[in-house]
């Protein structure tokens, strides 16, 4: 059945608008995959050492991706502007944006890094785990934070390169910098036995490095187009205000997250590390999808950006069957290797009892994934991010009232992950509303009332 879905979906392909979407979601995919399956490859040495650091690392990789995740607008809003400008013909524009998102993702970071170093005790406590569990997770949390200054450059260096249509740079830079992680994590946790900081100094040692590495290649491509690497100070401040509200929308999302990770961590040790491998599993099956999402940005943000509205609606409407054809086949592969996914990250007994339960949710998620991802990637491209704050805002009340259930009943693991699937079924609903509709569509190298024309039609 897989097999046959994705004969289709290649047989597809032949459609000029096809290539395009192939062309940029190729490399997308394995850059984005790249990063999950180093991830999980992580939370398998880790879990080598037992369960209760196992639950320190679901924990600590929550709470620094939440911190640094809050700042995915210096991708996303990086990429919808610079493709806006390269689509109307801009290009040394279009690099200007990514320079204005290097210097902001400077000082995020070192804001990030100073206020999170000192309170990390505070906040591995505030996810209420067990004492052994938030010890671990210290541990990880402070080392880690380290390498924040890095990962948001990474950030703001995918942006402009995305909006560039540059995506096989990032894969390349991507693969190796995983690669390395996964080499110094096994190294330092395995061979020199430094426990879970191991796996946390393997992390900011990569991360260094990836950031260099995207601080090179676009300070190659200013120069080229003859672009200042000073900070602009209007240019920085207008970064800052366009992603505010890609910022609100982010910050729903990782509070779904928190959420998530927090009540499971106060079910129990079996729980929290039953979820936090889970959660791996699901990240690597959400970065797949996104690598649509992410050509969707590009393409969406071109097409307008060269007042294309008619090429913009036949984009999206491909984008959307790629979604849901591909999280369809994610879901038989995923129900395919369910069974052996325990042994592979050394869980047995409770834990590995309640990831296979699990794991089922997880399963029937996939197709309606799909196509979230893809919408919430073609609406960042067009510029849409009041819309996606407000529908955050309500995706995530709704999320809010299934999980507070879930812990005033004690139903449980799976329970909390059938809430999950309520909250993405209810971004499902708000995107499909919005995509079916014209006020996304508006035109010009910039997006506001004052450049751009609103497509109103």
Do not use: C
Not at 78 to 105: E, K, P, S, V
Not at 148 to 160: F, I, Q, R, S, W
């Amino acid at each position: 059945m897989a097999s046959r879905l994705a004969r289709r979906a290649l047989a597809a392909a032949r459609h000029p608008q096809d290539r395009e979407i192939l062309r940029l979601a190729v490399p997308a995919f394995g850059a984005l995959v790249a990063e999950p399956l180093f991830l999980l490859a992580d939370s398998a040495i880790v879990g080598r050492l037992g369960t209760v650091p196992l639950g320190g690392l679901g924990v600590a990789s929550q709470a620094l991706s939440t911190l640094v995740g809050m700042s995915i607008f210096l991708a996303y809003g990086t990429t919808a502007a610079a493709a806006r400008q390269l689509g109307a013909g801009q290009r040394a524009a279009a690099i200007r944006h990514g320079i204005d998102g290097f210097w902001l993702a400077a000082v995020i970071g070192v804001a990030v890094l100073g206020v999170g170093w000192p309170l990390a005790p505070q906040i591995v406590d505030a996810f209420g785990g067990t004492a052994a569990v938030a010890h671990q997770a210290d541990i990880y949390l402070r080392i880690s934070l380290l390498g924040a200054p890095a990962m948001l450059a990474v950030l703001a260096g995918t942006g402009v390169l995305r909006g560039l249509a540059d995506l096989r740079t990032p894969l390349l830079i991507a693969v190796v910098a995983n690669a390395v992680n996964v080499a110094l994590n096994a190294t330092f946790v395995l061979g020199l036995h430094w426990g879970i900081a191991g796996s946390a100094w393997g992390t900011v040692i990569a991360q260094g490095g990836t950031g260099a590495a995207y601080l090179v290649v676009v300070a190659r491509g200013a120069r080229r187009a003859n672009v200042s690497l000073r900070p602009d100070l209007a240019g920085v401040k207008s970064a800052a205000l366009t992603g505010a509200s890609l910022f609100l929308r982010t910050v729903a999302l990782q509070v779904v997250l928190v959420l998530m990770t927090a009540i499971a961590a106060r079910q129990g040790n079996a729980e929290i590390a039953a979820h936090q491998v889970a959660m791996r599993v699901w990240n690597l099956f959400v970065y797949a999808l996104d690598a649509i999402a992410i050509a969707g940005q590009a393409i969406v943000g071109r097409y307008l950006g060269a007042g294309d509205v008619a090429g913009t609606r036949a984009a999206t409407r491909r984008m959307i069957g790629w979604g849901a054809v591909y999280g369809t086949v994610f879901s038989l592969v995923l129900l395919a290797v369910r069974p052996v996914l325990p042994a592979a990250f050394g869980v047995t007994g409770e834990v590995a009892r309640l990831l296979l339960a699990v794991l089922l949710v997880v399963i029937v998620q996939q197709p309606v994934a799909g196509v979230v991802f893809v919408l919430d990637g073609v609406l960042i491209g067009a510029g849409d991010q009041d819309y996606l704050a407000v529908a955050g805002v309500v995706t995530l009340a709704a999320f809010a009232a299934a999980a507070a259930a879930v812990v005033v009943t004690g139903s449980g693991l799976v329970a909390l992950w059938l809430a999950y699937s309520l909250w993405m079924l209810a971004r499902f609903a708000t995107l499909v509303l919005r995509a079916r509709g014209s006020r996304w569509l508006v035109t010009g190298a910039v997006r506001n009332t004052a450049s751009a024309t609103a497509v109103t039609r």
